[in-house]
């Protein structure tokens, strides 16, 4: 269905928190990162979920079992 390849543990950690609703600042903080860091995990994320945008990328997920959030 387009799932190229296994998400990294950080990658889902990202996803995890997005589908909580933080923000690429509150993420960055969370997990001592850099928001660019955030930002290229993100970008690294949406084509192995065929998606484009944060929320397509977290419903993706989500679908997948890969993130266990409630909406």
Do not use: C, F, M, W
Request: proline content about 3%; overall charge positive; cysteine-free.
């Amino acid at each position: 269905d387009g799932y190229i390849r296994p998400l990294t543990k950080r990658e889902l950690e990202v996803l995890g928190l997005l589908a909580e609703g933080y923000t690429t600042q509150a993420i960055a903080r969370a997990l001592g990162l850099r928001e660019g860091t955030v930002r290229t995990h993100l970008e690294n994320v949406y084509p192995n979920l065929d998606s484009n945008n944060r929320v397509s990328a977290v419903n993706r997920a989500r679908g997948l079992r890969l993130i266990e959030t409630e909406l």
